[in-house]
């Protein structure tokens, strides 16, 4: 089994920054890849960034593009994201997920069912 732990959420005021971690430990497979998705209140939950398991190559969701930046760590079985310039709209839960053979690819990681373990989530609040 899989476990992801996310951590770093917080409240922050508009323009602001946060750094989301991702852990993952337990039986994690060699070629996984990692995403990150959110979930705001009422709404249901959207992609946000996945990453490969060698980490040069990203996608990113249009309304994060320019602001966020999502880097992994194949050491520490850990991601990053980094998210700038936040606005209000970013309010959520984000939670990070990973998936096993036969792994996502292409438009596959865009979404959540390509993605077979999956974090708690970390709530991130922007204020205005």
């Known amino acids: 089994q899989v476990q992801l732990v996310e951590s770093g959420g917080g409240l922050v005021q508009a323009g602001g920054s946060l750094r989301l971690s991702c852990a993952a430990s337990?039986?994690?497979?060699?070629?996984?890849?990692m995403g990150w998705f959110r979930q705001a209140p009422g709404k249901e939950r959207e992609f946000v960034a996945t990453?490969?398991?060698?980490?040069?190559?990203?996608k990113y969701a249009d309304s994060v593009k320019g602001r966020f930046t999502l880097s992994r760590d194949m050491a520490k079985n850990t991601a990053y994201l980094q998210m700038n310039s936040l606005r209000p709209d970013d309010t959520a839960v984000y939670s990070c997920?990973?998936?096993?053979?036969?792994?996502?690819?292409?438009?596959?990681?865009?979404?959540?069912?390509?993605?077979?373990?999956w974090g708690q989530g970390t709530q991130v609040t922007v204020s205005l």
């Open positions: 337990g039986r994690t497979f060699t070629y996984y890849n």
């Open positions: 997920a990973t998936d096993r053979p036969p792994y996502c690819s292409g438009s596959g990681c865009y979404s959540e069912v390509g993605y077979n373990y």
């Open positions: 990453i490969n398991w060698s980490g040069d190559s990203t």
